[in-house]
């Protein structure tokens, strides 16, 4: 009998193996594709960095990037340099790497499919192709279309999901890219590896004519800035999980004997689609829920360290994606270092969606006289038009702190 049976070895199921190994905890982990290269733009943001640094000591391909365009719904393109870098990986590196530490300690690993899990007198009894596993713990780490989720009846994810479509081309680049859209719920990004560049695109509205539209972008977005490489590509889709403040609030991710960390708990950040700083973070907080054995504080311990900032990306989201707004940030962004810098702070998760509101009240004088000297009078009138187009709702959430 193991300690904890864990489903899924991707980046959370395997920091979490690793973690639990290290303090002698036996575990055991199942996942019938690792080692491979998840659907993911994998960039990893410097907050991520910064408190697990262990992603930066593994021995595996990345890339750090300084740079950044970002390109408004009306095709305006600005520059900015980062204070601090996006560190972009591959997958199947990042994943493996944490997985091949866990079993360096002493994490057993089966390259197997979960089929099935049932309690039986206290303990799980976990059923892949090759046999029954016994163990004392069962963790679902198997991502966004989390099987064990629904097995286990937690969190209901009706209808909340970002689809996303992804594709790489053989391209070197040194900086990474945002596009967005007039009505879109999303946004296209393109990712430098070490090897090739992911380019991407993701949106909030699921209708299937939205996945024509989604595609149409991404190919017209290849056209334009890589002539002649949109027919040489393969397009895969894949899902990210929308985070809901109602759900994390009335439905349980965990119990004295199960709980569900990273994509599986639907952790990722609404308005990026960062996942991956999550998966780990959560990874963390129930490892060391488990070594104390306070199983049950696990669901309360992630609303309490990262959870907040969820509710409120998901709050601002359909405001966050609003053309005028965007419009906004990127001519801000033109005409003022602060601006820029603020971006930059977001973009690294030095400023989060609590904390970035402050940050601007605290600025916005200095903001205001650089749009006064440094905008001509084009600027200055579409900024203010975009202004007067934004809805009072808009500034209400915006600008008030509490959350509802
Ligand atoms: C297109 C796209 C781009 C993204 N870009 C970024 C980005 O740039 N930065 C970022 O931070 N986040 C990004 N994300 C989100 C990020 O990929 C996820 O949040 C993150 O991978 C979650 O990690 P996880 O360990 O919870 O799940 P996953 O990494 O999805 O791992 C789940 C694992 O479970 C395994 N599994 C599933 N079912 C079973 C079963 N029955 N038995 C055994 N194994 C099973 C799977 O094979 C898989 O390996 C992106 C997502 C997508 C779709």
């Known amino acids: 009998m193991y300690k904890v049976g864990i489903i899924g070895a991707g980046v959370g199921g395997s920091y979490l193996s690793h973690l639990l190994s290290k303090e002698g905890v036996d575990n055991i982990v199942f996942d019938f594709r690792a080692p491979h290269e998840k659907l993911c733009g994998g960039g990893v943001s410097y907050k991520t960095i910064a408190r697990f640094p262990i992603l930066n000591e593994l021995s595996c391909l990345k890339k750090t990037i300084w740079k950044t365009n970002f390109i408004s719904p009306k095709d305006r393109m600005i520059k900015v340099e980062l204070e601090k870098p996006i560190t972009i990986f591959n997958r199947r590196d990042l994943d493996y790497s944490l997985l091949k530490k866990s079993m360096e300690s002493s994490a057993h690993f089966r390259k197997e499919k979960v089929h099935a899990f049932i309690l039986e007198g206290g303990h799980w009894r976990i059923s892949t192709e090759n046999g029954d596993y016994k163990t004392e713990i069962l963790v679902g780490a198997d991502g966004a279309l989390s099987r064990t989720r629904r097995k286990l009846r937690a969190q209901s994810m009706k209808g909340d999901y970002c689809f996303a479509l992804e594709c790489f081309l053989d391209v070197q680049e040194d900086s990474v890219t945002y596009k967005f859209f007039p009505d879109f719920g999303g946004y296209l990004w393109a990712f430098p590896r070490v090897d090739s560049l992911a380019i991407g695109i993701a949106s909030k509205h699921r209708k299937r004519k939205n996945y024509k539209v989604m595609k149409e972008r991404l190919l017209r977005f290849i056209e334009r800035y890589y002539p002649g490489m949109s027919k040489t590509i393969s397009v895969r889709g894949a899902y990210i999980p929308f985070f809901s403040a109602k759900d994390i609030q009335d439905m349980p991710i965990c119990s004295r004997n199960w709980a569900l960390i990273g994509d599986a708990a639907s952790f990722v950040e609404p308005i990026s689609g960062e996942g991956i700083y999550y998966a780990i973070y959560s990874a963390?907080?129930?490892?060391?829920?488990?070594?104390?054995?306070?199983?049950?504080?696990?669901?309360?311990?992630?609303?309490?360290?990262?959870?907040?900032?969820?509710?409120?990306?998901?709050?601002?989201?359909?405001?966050?994606?609003?053309?005028?707004?965007?419009?906004?940030?990127?001519?801000?962004?033109?005409?003022?270092?602060?601006?820029?810098?603020?971006?930059?702070?977001?973009?690294?998760?030095?400023?989060?969606?609590?904390?970035?509101?402050?940050?601007?009240?605290?600025?916005?004088?200095?903001i205001l006289g650089d749009f006064i000297f440094n905008a001509d009078i084009t600027i200055k009138k579409e900024i203010v038009t975009n202004l007067f187009k934004l809805s009072p709702k808009y500034y209400g959430l915006f600008f008030r702190n509490k959350i509802s």
């Not at 696990?298 to 309490?304: D, F, P, V």
């Not at 409120?312 to 810098?341: D, G, N, T």
């Open 284 to 366: 963390e907080i129930l490892a060391q829920c488990i070594l104390e054995k306070e199983l049950a504080l696990y669901q309360q311990l992630c609303m309490k360290h990262f959870g907040k900032n969820l509710v409120k990306a998901s709050q601002v989201f359909k405001y966050f994606y609003q053309a005028e707004f965007m419009e906004i940030m990127i001519q801000m962004a033109e005409v003022s270092l602060l601006a820029r810098r603020i971006i930059s702070g977001m973009i690294s998760g030095s400023l989060d969606y609590l904390s970035w509101k402050s940050r601007f009240r605290k600025e916005f004088f200095k």
